[in-house]
Nanobody
Framework: QVQLVESGGGLVQAGGSLRLSCAASGSSIRLKAMDWYRQAPGKQREWVAT???????FYGDSVKGRVTISRDNAKNTVYLQMNSLKPDDTAVYYC????????WGQGTQVTVSS
């Protein structure tokens, strides 16, 4: 059974940084694309970033230049380094394994205060 567990969220002031982690179990992330999404209250879930199986990163326009997605296949973990955080970044952040079927984590809350 595939499980994705996010961690690293919390309360941070605007301009601060956080590093989110997504630890996978039950399946290797090797050779799989992994994604980060976020969902703010009252809004639709929004794509944040993807890291391809080969390591190429892709970013949403709202976070480009401020976040870095990375992976450690040996640790079966994906990371999202977020810098220059803004109050608009406040959301629950979800990790997703891009397979068929898709697998989602339970999310980690990020709150950015102004």
């Amino acid at each position: 059974q595939v499980q994705l567990v996010e961690s690293g969220g919390g309360l941070v002031q605007a301009g601060g940084s956080l590093r989110l982690s997504c630890a996978a179990s039950g399946s290797s992330i090797r050779l799989k694309a992994m994604d980060w999404y976020r969902q703010a209250p009252g809004k639709q879930r929004e794509w944040v970033a993807t890291i391809a199986s080969g390591g190429a990163p892709f970013y949403g326009d709202s976070v480009k230049g401020r976040v870095t997605i990375s992976r450690d296949n040996a640790k079966n973990t994906v990371y999202l380094q977020m810098n220059s955080l803004k109050p608009d970044d406040t959301a629950v952040y979800y990790c997703r394994m891009s397979t068929r079927p898709l697998y989602w984590g339970q999310g980690t809350q990020v709150t950015v205060s102004s």
